[in-house]
Nanobody
Framework: QVQLVESGGGLVQAGGSLRLSCVAS????????MGWFRQAPGKERKFVAA????????DYADSVKGRFTISRDNAKNTVYLQMNSLKPEDTAVYYC???????????????WGQGAQVTVSS
């Protein structure tokens, strides 16, 4: 079983920054892809970013390119999402996920965290 625990969400003004963390436990993650998704009220869950553990390849949704950065610390089994220049439309519950293949589809990820609320005020 894999456990993912997010932290670092909160309330921030537009233009501000937040960093989300996701700690993984229960498995060896050297071959896992780690992703971040977000879900706004009444909307479907959408891809934000992903990173491979072994090589560090990254992928981003167009809406966050240049503003968000995904990174990982293998020694700590932790993935981060640094979010800069935040906009009100970034408001959502952010989920950490783990899977075998990199991609934007939720079906590629087998394990999910409980979510962290990010609210950006205008």
């Amino acid at each position: 079983q894999v456990q993912l625990v997010e932290s670092g969400g909160g309330l921030v003004q537009a233009g501000g920054s937040l960093r989300l963390s996701c700690v993984a436990s229960g498995r060896t993650f050297s071959s896992y892809v780690m992703g971040w998704f977000r879900q706004a009220p009444g909307k479907e869950r959408k891809f934000v970013a992903a990173i491979s553990w072994s090589v560090g390849n990254t992928d981003y949704a167009d809406s966050v390119k240049g503003r968000f950065t995904i990174s990982r610390d293998n020694a700590k089994n932790t993935v981060y999402l640094q979010m800069n220049s935040l906009k009100p439309e970034d408001t959502a519950v952010y989920y950490c996920a783990a899977g075998r293949l990199m991609g934007p589809e939720t079906r590629l990820y087998n394990f999910w965290g409980q979510g962290a609320q990010v609210t950006v005020s205008s």
